[in-house]
């Protein structure tokens, strides 16, 4: 029997839950990818995660910490002393403005502690909704969808979005799954599409959710051959 003919509706609650608690079984390693210790780190970690990957940005981070441990130091950064340090991540002299930015504004509105609600998170430079969701989600305890490219792609081929849009992508998902699983459900589309559900050759005959999703065959169903394509970042 074709593993489509087995699965539930597609874009609905029962289905949204069935993939989560499937995609918990095959990843129960699943977490925020990015090393931090503390609010600020994950933050100033997350702002630094665009246009590069996270093992660079974990390779970056515990000099950079130590150097800059509170926001004041961002804010009072040498401009060349950030820029060196960050240069290995590209776009190293926009990022290192931004933290100069990002210091001063936590200094100045909120005592230099980083806020926990999404309105003061967005009016910070250089944070958007994803990297506010991924603060409030794993430095917080606030649950949160952190619509990467991962997670919006995942959401598509699963049938719980049509949208391109991150932030409508994101209230799709949360009409489907109970606020209490918003963030390690991400975790687990994040690893899944790193690892097996890949944009270009998705491995669907290696793939855990094959009977749950509409998109099986997009990719190689063959299992063999699916199975080589299934990478650890």
Request: hydrophobic share 40%.
């Amino acid at each position: 029997m074709d593993p489509a003919d087995r699965r539930p509706p597609a874009g609905t609650p029962e289905q949204a839950l069935a993939v989560d608690d499937r995609l918990a079984e095959a990843w129960p390693d699943a977490r925020c990818e990015l090393d931090f210790t503390n609010p600020l780190g994950l933050l100033v970690a997350t702002v630094l995660s665009a246009q590069t990957t996270d093992r660079r940005v974990n390779a970056v981070t515990p000099t950079l910490f130590a150097r800059y441990p509170h926001a004041a130091a961002y804010a009072g950064a040498q401009r060349e002393d950030l820029e060196e340090l960050l240069r290995p991540l590209g776009f190293f002299r926009a990022k290192a403005g931004t933290l100069q930015r990002l210091g001063a504004a936590l200094v100045e509105d909120h005592d230099g502690a980083v806020p926990a609600t999404l309105p003061e998170l967005v009016r910070l430079p250089g944070v958007g909704r994803k990297t506010a969701n991924v603060v409030l989600g794993n430095a917080f305890g606030v649950p949160g969808i952190t619509v990467d490219t991962h997670v919006g792609r995942l959401a598509r081929r699963l049938g719980w979005s049509t949208q391109q849009d991150p932030v409508k992508v994101e209230q799709d998902i949360a009409a489907l799954l109970p606020a209490e699983r918003w963030t390690m459900a991400c975790h687990r589309l994040i690893f899944h599409g790193r690892r097996v559900c890949h944009a270009r050759r998705p491995a669907c005959g290696a793939c855990v959710l094959a009977d749950l999703c509409p998109s099986y065959g997009t990719g190689e169903t063959d299992p063999e051959r699916a199975a080589a394509l299934v990478t650890v970042p």
